[in-house]
Nanobody, 126 residues
């Protein structure tokens, strides 16, 4: 398994951009699909985006499609989330997690992921 550390969150005005990073420890990073989730105050953790092991497949929540882009650099053991055209409703703690159950087919259930990082706060002001 891997250990994950998110970074890159902050305060941004609506319409702005942020790039989140998730650095993984261990030599098996490229063996796992990776996902980004978020959790706002009083809400359940929700799927944002996911990427397959080779980055050949990417999946997005409808709410972020066309605004967010997930990518990964297996040489750097890092997965990214580029967030553009941010909206106040994007405000949340963002987490990355690893998918350990073999080939990833696009599940959006956070319970299928593991090795959660500590999260990074994203706040979008109106």
């Amino acid at each position: 398994q891997v250990q994950l550390v998110e970074s890159g969150g902050g305060l941004v005005q609506a319409g702005g951009s942020l790039r989140l990073s998730c650095a993984a420890s261990g030599r098996t990073f490229s063996s796992y699909a990776m996902g980004w989730f978020r959790q706002g105050p009083g809400t359940e953790r929700e799927f944002v985006a996911a990427i397959s092991r080779s980055a050949g497949s990417k999946y997005y929540a409808d709410s972020v499609k066309g605004r967010f882009t997930i990518s990964r650099d297996n040489a750097k053991n890092t997965v990214y989330l580029q967030m553009n055209s941010l909206k106040p409703e994007d405000t949340a703690v963002y987490y990355c997690a690893a998918y350990y159950s073999g080939r990833y087919y696009g599940t959006k259930d956070h319970r299928a992921f593991g090795s959660w990082g500590q999260g990074t706060q994203v706040t979008v002001s109106s």
